[in-house]
């Protein structure tokens, strides 16, 4: 039986990087696959990106109310496997929608993302995932002191802020991520409290 698939992970990890080596073993073996990714994900366009360089064209880009039951029945002809990058940006109903798609066609789908955001907050595509995925991997990296990182911790103009949208693209507008273990993310999160008198 097929099943539908978490990986997650802090930011840096390698999910992009283990998902695009996935892809090229099924295509190695000449199985058909479909690549999917949100369009809130920006970064890399209608690419997929990893920190190491690797690259691949999205099949398909995912949009905020699509029903993905409805666009897979049309599209999951011959396919093997159906990939999801970045998937911490589906809506609840989408995995849903990914779950019947896995149980009613007994394809796989291979979703990557993190489980939460700058905040510590689940994402609620994450959440949902983590609700109903039937395996969850995770996938570890590192913080700066050495211990295991599990938190994203945002830095704008090179400072770490910890108010904001739950979505901003890494990249975009000055800002970028940095796993962090729990004990430097709320070290880092007690100086912004206390500068700002949260």
């Given at each position: 039986?097929?099943?539908?698939?978490?990986?997650?992970?802090?930011?840096?990890?390698?999910k992009s990087a283990l998902l695009l080596q996935t892809i090229h073993n099924y295509e190695d073996r000449n199985m058909k696959v479909l690549v999917m990714k949100p369009e809130v994900d920006t970064k890399g366009n209608k690419n997929i990106i990893s920190r190491i360089g690797l690259k691949r064209e999205a099949d398909h880009i995912i949009k905020k109310k699509e029903n993905l039951?409805?666009?897979?029945q049309k599209n999951i002809n011959g396919i093997s496997c159906i990939f999801i990058d970045e998937a911490q940006f589906l809506k609840r109903e989408q995995v849903?929608?990914?779950?019947?798609?896995?149980t009613n066609y007994d394809i796989p789908i291979i979703c990557y993302g993190l489980r939460t955001d700058f905040m510590g907050n689940g994402f609620p595509g994450s959440t949902r995932l983590l609700e109903i995925a039937h395996s969850i991997e995770e996938m570890?990296?590192?913080?700066?002191?050495?211990?295991?990182?599990?938190?994203?911790?945002?830095i704008v103009n090179g400072k770490y802020v910890f108010s904001g949208e739950q979505v901003a693209i890494d990249g975009k507008d000055n800002i970028t991520y940095k796993s962090l273990c729990p004990k430097c993310f709320y070290r880092e999160k007690d100086k912004y409290d206390k500068k700002f008198n949260k």
């Open positions: 039986m097929a099943k539908l698939y978490f990986r997650y992970g802090a930011m840096n990890c390698g039951y409805s666009y897979l849903d929608e990914l779950m019947h798609i896995v570890k990296t590192i913080c700066e002191c050495g211990r295991k990182a599990t938190m994203n911790a945002r």
